[in-house]
């Protein structure tokens, strides 16, 4: 039989007769409990957590525990396992609704009380981890795997602190352990390919990945760890198409206990909680869930279609998000930000004149969303109407002044102009403000070494700006060929210009890019016939008609005028 401290008891059955159930947790947890052979078990004090904002029915919840908790503790036969249980309960409760300070004492008492249990160290380890106490998580999962060592999430969880701990050998064991599982999950060989790369595996990380991606597609993020282990094996191009794939989906963990925690959540509060959560972990299908009950526990609410909208884009079902959006409109029209997201997705959707009304109505509603701004200047600039453009990209500039490529798209706009002289004005000021800025050294020296206003040219600044880009091995080495060529023939090497322009066709062919090649003929054939190039960018270059797609909403809540 455990015993409880004779001063212990009274204090308990005061408390259980009163409503301070909680006071009573505190009371016991700076205590120490004796076991069946005597033993103390030294337990951390519980803080109380402050209840204030949550709803009614969350708090009922809570103290239900709190109670629970109080009840098993004045049980003076309760053994140490029953007491970790509910030590362990209260602590799943906390962590459903964050409060995670609480649930992480919580799960401390139940781990020491029946340190035979998987789930307490588990969950430890996650929130240890979770909160940037990586050594001690590390000691909790360990421990964890003694009990299970075959669980998958804390293989996974415990190889991912390795890598951030810089210890790739013990990371590729535990990665390794999980992928030798029936069926080896995106996360493990994700897990397997990052430590292939710390340990420049090339090869190695580059098959890690594409068997992830194949069994997790919807896991943007792995595009990114493709374009690196492509960039160690030197493949820039199918680095740069990675590159443009990358997201930030992470490959998903099947955890049924975090999935048992999130089955514990009640009212809107928590709905929206578990709702944020998925979205942070990527757990997409599962945020557009709560945010339906949301929904329907408050359909007066314009936030809470907001929130389902976001959660509908990024499960990869834009029509559904844009009906949420379109009703959240119907409830709050002045609404900006939410214009703005309707304009990103008829972008997406090629509705490009639909679009710009909806950034412009965000921009009356909000004259400084920056980026309704920066997606009116690329949608103007596609449409050729280049002082528009330059004016948005201007206001970009002044909002955001760190923003490169707004300065770089600003003497853009008035290249296409036909303004050359200004966009030297504003590619020179780019060039002092961000000095390690390759892309826009190289549009500068670009426009030095081939611009058709001989008041604007300088080709030999221009060809000692992009040798300096070539020595440093920046930007695209493609882009920056060209302009190597172009500033060649501009001061007079014509045969070392078409030289270097005949070695980029055939690196182009190569790898199958026929068209591009295509398109760098006519300034070969000049250079062939000692002439320079004055037109540095063709009319049709596809700088002058910037992507306007996959803009990507943010996954954050964010600040609206809507709130719950």
Same mark, same amino acid.
């Given at each position: 039989?455990?015993?409880?401290?004779?001063?212990?008891?009274?204090?308990?059955?005061?408390?259980?007769?009163?409503?301070?159930?909680?006071?009573?947790?505190?009371?016991?947890?700076?205590?120490?409990?004796? *076991?069946?052979?005597?033993?103390? &078990?030294?337990?951390?004090?519980?803080?109380?957590?402050?209840?204030?904002?949550?709803?009614?029915?969350?708090?009922?919840?809570?103290?239900?525990?709190?109670?629970?908790?109080?009840?098993?503790?004045?049980?003076?036969?309760?053994?140490?396992?029953?007491?970790?249980?509910?030590?362990?309960?209260? *602590?799943?409760?906390?962590?459903?609704?964050?409060?995670?300070?609480?649930?992480?004492?919580?799960?401390?008492?139940?781990?020491?009380?029946?340190?035979?249990?998987?789930?307490?160290?588990?969950?430890?380890?996650?929130?240890?981890?979770?909160? *940037?106490?990586?050594?001690?998580?590390?000691?909790? @999962?360990?421990?964890?795997?003694?009990?299970?060592?075959?669980?998958?999430?804390?293989?996974?969880?415990? *190889?991912?602190?390795?890598?951030?701990?810089?210890?790739?050998?013990?990371?590729?064991?535990? %990665?390794?352990?999980?992928?030798?599982?029936?069926?080896?999950?995106?996360?493990?060989?994700?897990? +397997?390919?990052?430590?292939?790369?710390?340990?420049?595996? @090339?090869?190695?990380?580059?098959?890690?990945?594409?068997?992830?991606?194949?069994?997790?597609?919807?896991?943007?993020?792995?595009?990114?760890?493709?374009?690196?282990?492509?960039?160690?094996?030197?493949?820039?191009?199918?680095?740069?198409?990675?590159?443009?794939?990358?997201?930030?989906?992470?490959?998903?963990?099947?955890?049924?206990?975090?999935?048992?925690?999130?089955?514990?959540?009640?009212?809107?509060?928590?709905?929206?909680?578990?709702?944020?959560?998925?979205?942070?972990?990527?757990?997409?299908?599962?945020?557009?869930?709560?945010?339906?009950?949301?929904?329907?526990?408050?359909?007066?609410?314009?936030?809470?279609?907001?929130?389902?909208?976001?959660?509908? @884009?990024?499960? /990869?079902?834009?029509?559904?998000?844009?009906?949420?959006?379109?009703?959240?409109?119907?409830?709050?029209?002045?609404?900006?930000?939410?214009?703005?997201?309707?304009?990103? +997705?008829? &972008?997406?959707?090629?509705?490009?004149?639909?679009?710009?009304?909806?950034?412009?109505?965000?921009?009356?509603?909000?004259?400084?969303?920056?980026?309704?701004?920066?997606?009116?200047?690329?949608? %103007?600039?596609?449409?050729?109407?280049?002082?528009?453009?330059?004016?948005?990209?201007?206001?970009?500039?002044?909002?955001?002044?760190?923003?490169?490529?707004?300065?770089?798209?600003?003497?853009?706009?008035?290249?296409?102009? /036909?303004?050359?002289?200004?966009?030297?004005?504003?590619?020179?000021?780019?060039?002092?403000? %961000?000095?390690?800025?390759?892309?826009?050294?190289?549009?500068?020296?670009?426009? +030095?070494?081939?611009?058709?206003?001989?008041?604007?040219?300088?080709?030999?600044?221009?060809?000692?700006?992009?040798?300096?880009?070539?020595?440093?091995?920046?930007?695209?080495?493609?882009?920056?060929?060209?302009? %190597?060529?172009?500033?060649?023939?501009?001061?007079?090497?014509?045969?070392?210009?078409?030289?270097?322009?005949?070695?980029?066709?055939?690196?182009?062919?190569?790898?199958?890019?026929?068209?591009?090649?295509?398109?760098?003929?006519?300034?070969?054939?000049?250079?062939?016939? /000692?002439?320079?190039?004055? &037109?540095?960018?063709?009319?049709?270059?596809?700088?002058?008609?910037?992507?306007?797609?996959?803009?990507?909403?943010?996954?954050?809540?964010?600040?609206?005028?809507?709130?719950?």
């Amino acid at each position: 039989m455990i015993k409880v401290r004779h001063e212990i008891v009274p204090i308990l059955f005061a408390v259980l007769a009163s409503t301070r159930v909680f006071d009573a947790t505190t009371s016991v947890a700076q205590n120490q409990l004796l *076991g069946p052979t005597n033993s103390q &078990v030294d337990l951390v004090e519980l803080a109380p957590p402050d209840l204030t904002g949550a709803d009614p029915q969350v708090q009922e919840q809570i103290r239900a525990s709190q109670a629970a908790l109080a009840a098993t503790i004045a049980q003076t036969d309760a053994s140490r396992s029953r007491r970790a249980e509910a030590f362990g309960n209260l *602590g799943e409760i906390y962590e459903a609704y964050n409060f995670d300070s609480a649930a992480l004492d919580c799960y401390t008492n139940a781990s020491r009380l029946d340190p035979q249990s998987f789930r307490w160290s588990y969950y430890a380890g996650y929130l240890r981890q979770l909160y *940037g106490d990586p050594e001690t998580a590390e000691r909790d @999962y360990q421990h964890a795997l003694t009990l299970k060592p075959n669980s998958s999430p804390a293989l996974l969880r415990l *190889g991912a602190l390795e890598l951030t701990l810089g210890h790739p050998d013990a990371a590729k064991q535990y %990665f390794s352990r999980a992928a030798a599982q029936r069926i080896p999950s995106a996360p493990a060989l994700v897990g +397997l390919g990052k430590a292939a790369l710390v340990e420049h595996q @090339y090869s190695a990380a580059l098959k890690y990945f594409t068997q992830a991606l194949a069994r997790q597609p919807q896991a943007s993020s792995i595009h990114n760890q493709l374009a690196m282990a492509y960039r160690g094996l030197g493949d820039l191009n199918r680095m740069q198409e990675q590159m443009k794939a990358r997201g930030n989906a992470e490959p998903l963990i099947q955890d049924p206990l975090l999935d048992e925690i999130e089955a514990l959540k009640q009212g809107k509060l928590s709905l929206l909680q578990r709702g944020n959560r998925a979205m942070s972990e990527s757990r997409f299908a599962d945020a557009v869930n709560a945010y339906r009950q949301m929904v329907s526990l408050d359909p007066s609410n314009p936030r809470a279609y907001v929130d389902l909208g976001n959660a509908l @884009y990024w499960a /990869g079902i834009p029509g559904e998000a844009m009906k949420q959006y379109a009703h959240s409109l119907d409830l709050n029209p002045d609404n900006a930000t939410v214009h703005y997201k309707i304009g990103v +997705l008829l &972008v997406e959707a090629k509705h490009e004149e639909q679009a710009i009304a909806h950034f412009q109505q965000a921009l009356k509603l909000d004259p400084g969303l920056v980026d309704a701004h920066f997606q009116l200047a690329n949608l %103007f600039m596609r449409k050729r109407e280049d002082a528009d453009a330059e004016r948005e990209y201007e206001i970009v500039v002044s909002l955001e002044p760190e923003n490169a490529f707004a300065h770089l798209m600003g003497a853009m706009a008035a290249i296409h102009a /036909g303004s050359y002289a200004r966009a030297r004005t504003l590619l020179e000021e780019a060039a002092a403000a %961000f000095s390690t800025d390759a892309d826009i050294a190289n549009a500068l020296a670009r426009l +030095l070494a081939a611009a058709p206003d001989p008041a604007v040219r300088d080709p030999s600044r221009g060809l000692s700006i992009v040798e300096t880009l070539l020595n440093n091995q920046q930007s695209d080495p493609l882009e920056v060929g060209i302009t %190597f060529a172009m500033a060649l023939a501009a001061v007079g090497r014509f045969h070392d210009a078409a030289a270097y322009q005949e070695t980029i066709i055939r690196q182009l062919e190569a790898s199958r890019q026929y068209d591009f090649a295509r398109l760098l003929r006519p300034n070969l054939a000049r250079y062939q016939q /000692g002439k320079t190039c004055r &037109v540095p960018w063709a009319s049709d270059d596809p700088i002058f008609t910037p992507v306007p797609g996959k803009v990507q909403l943010s996954k954050e809540a964010e600040a609206m005028d809507a709130r719950h």
